[in-house]
């Protein structure tokens, strides 16, 4: 059960290691792209290719989603990044439960977005984590995780990418030892829960009045998507310009002032180099010189 590529990587490791999938469960195709067409999501186009049933059901509420459920007859449910609630009738269903892939070190980071919640947080490390389902969310017993340091400069599209093998691996070994003798099960802590809310469009914007560390934290951490940005007038009128990667740099001087031709912008307090950009309608992504180079901007002037 799960639907970004996150998930399809545990998909088609457990596939390979020879698992019979009884079924796919996935969100039902969405438009995407220019054209809009209907579009599978990773987990369903694997799915395809594997030639495994595929379910895109709505919700999971009621008796009919659950005798469906119940009829594949599961040893177990596996569920990564699915993104629908599952009701206890569905959790109980599978003979050994439900066990979920959590991309974070629980219980830090529940939710929604514990990868960018991590970057923005300047968390120096984060992992993967295999539980066991409850009807709170992210509430239940960790059966094995696996913890990768988090580097200085990390964005959060490159933490996305370590972390997705190594959990595909975990989970894999998770169901070998669930297949021998039972996973032991260790309850959450009670202290040190924190949640990772959802995303929302008016965080994306960046605030040059904050200290630098963590303008460079907000940046990385919503980056690829859907990425930190600021508004300026480059000579056309207001344009949105998105920032993918950043570090703390030297330097010092109103907050939004630029301080040279590298793209070194200061903050609250110190300044950070904006590494990455991606000018509205422009496509490609530039570097720091050649942002300021192209927008023919000079030192001293003001990102708002």
């Known amino acids: 059960m799960g639907t970004p590529a996150f998930a399809a990587a545990t998909l088609e490791r457990l596939a390979a290691d020879g698992h019979t999938v009884a079924a796919v469960y996935t969100r039902a195709p969405a438009k995407a792209g220019r054209g809009m067409a209907l579009t599978p999501s990773p987990v369903h186009a694997l799915a395809d290719r594997l030639g495994l049933p595929v379910l895109t059901p709505s919700s ?98 490159a933490l996305h990418d370590a972390l997705m093998p190594a959990g595909a691996d975990l989970m894999a070994r998770a169901l070998a030892v669930l297949a021998r003798d039972g996973l032991a099960l260790t309850p959450q802590a009670e202290d040190g829960v924190v949640y990772a809310h959802k995303i929302t469009n008016a965080e994306s914007r960046i605030r040059w009045d904050l200290p630098a560390e963590e303008v460079a934290h907000h940046i990385n951490g919503l980056s690829p998507a859907p990425g930190a940005f600021f508004e300026a007038d480059l000579g056309k009128g207001p344009e949105r310009v998105k920032v993918l990667r950043a570090r703390v740099a030297p330097g010092a001087g109103a907050p939004g002032t630029l301080l040279d031709e590298v793209c070194t912008v200061a903050c609250g307090e110190g300044a950070v180099e904006l590494l990455e950009l991606r000018r509205a309608g422009k496509g490609g992504v530039s570097t720091g010189p050649e942002f300021v180079g192209g927008a023919r901007l000079a030192p001293g002037f003001r990102l708002p």
Do not use: K
């Open 60 to 157: 999971l509420r009621g008796e009919e989603a659950a005798e469906t459920f119940r009829a594949h007859d599961a040893d177990v449910g596996v569920v990564v990044a699915y993104g629908i609630i599952l009701p206890q009738a569905i959790l109980d269903a599978p003979r050994h439960g439900c066990l979920n892939l959590h991309a974070s070190l629980l219980p830090r980071w529940r939710g929604a977005a514990p990868i960018q919640r991590a970057i923005m947080a300047g968390d120096a490390e984060s992992g993967v984590g295999v539980m066991r389902m409850e009807a709170g969310l992210d509430t239940g017993p960790v059966a094995m995780e696996h913890r990768i340091p988090i580097a200085p400069g990390t964005t959060a599209g």
